[in-house]
């Protein structure tokens, strides 16, 4: 048997540090789903400051749409193919579609709005499938991003996480949505979805 739990943040909020110490602090029972971004950068050449600095609309949206298309590519991937020990093991998915599909939102501002809300639909109907959502504080309580991977622009991050303020609203989730606001160390955020999710 396992669960499903989702991170739904902007960049450089805790997401993978809190994923990473819930794995070393529980191991076995916990199987850590990276995010797609870094990885469909590489593959389109790009860094992380190109998407805020260089590319056109259509260039961007191309961008967001492939890494939409990996991460579903990936969620369906895990969720269809993986089996689970005898005890019950939590995936972690580092973010949810909701991420992916305000990024979408915000970084090809200006495209066909019908497109971008196939994309939203297509989120919503993933994201209703999560065990547990879990969203962080933004502005984040601490330095941010700690691998430089992307240029931090706090414009889109701000519109980033309004598009995942809608997101979250107009989904209809298995168990209410968690939030990490006031909970600022990465062990009382373990304690937490500890406390929470695992049961």
């Known amino acids: 048997?396992?669960?499903?739990?989702?991170?739904?943040?902007?960049?450089?909020?805790?997401?993978?540090?809190?994923?990473?110490?819930?794995?070393?602090?529980?191991?076995?029972?916990?199987?850590?789903?990276?995010?797609?971004?870094?990885?469909?950068?590489?593959?389109?050449?790009?860094?992380?400051?190109?998407?805020?600095l260089k590319l056109t609309l259509d260039e961007k949206f191309q961008l967001q749409s492939a890494i939409f298309s990996a991460w579903v590519r990936r969620y369906v991937d895990v969720v269809q193919k993986y089996i689970p020990p005898d005890d019950t093991t939590y995936l972690v998915f580092e973010r949810t579609l909701f991420d992916n599909a305000a990024y979408l939102y915000t970084h090809a501002e200006g495209y066909d709005l019908n497109v971008l809300n196939q994309y939203r639909e297509s989120a919503i109907n993933i994201?209703?499938?999560?065990?547990?959502?879990?969203?962080?504080?933004?502005?984040?309580?601490?330095?941010?991003?700690?691998?430089?991977?992307?240029?931090?622009?706090?414009?889109?991050?701000?519109?980033?996480?309004?598009?995942?303020?809608?997101f979250l609203r107009e989904f209809t989730p298995k168990n209410p949505v968690l939030s990490l606001e006031g909970v600022v160390s990465v062990e009382d955020r373990v304690n937490f979805v500890i406390n929470n999710c695992f049961k």
């Open 127 to 166: 994201v209703n499938d999560f065990d547990y959502v879990i969203t962080f504080p933004y502005p984040p309580p601490f330095a941010g991003q700690v691998d430089n991977f992307r240029w931090v622009d706090s414009e889109k991050d701000t519109k980033h996480q309004g598009y995942l303020n809608q």
């Open 1 to 52: 048997m396992y669960r499903t739990i989702g991170f739904c943040a902007p960049a450089g909020t805790g997401k993978s540090s809190l994923a990473n110490a819930l794995k070393a602090k529980l191991g076995d029972k916990v199987e850590v789903v990276q995010s797609v971004s870094r990885e469909t950068y590489a593959k389109f050449g790009y860094s992380g400051e190109d998407i805020n």
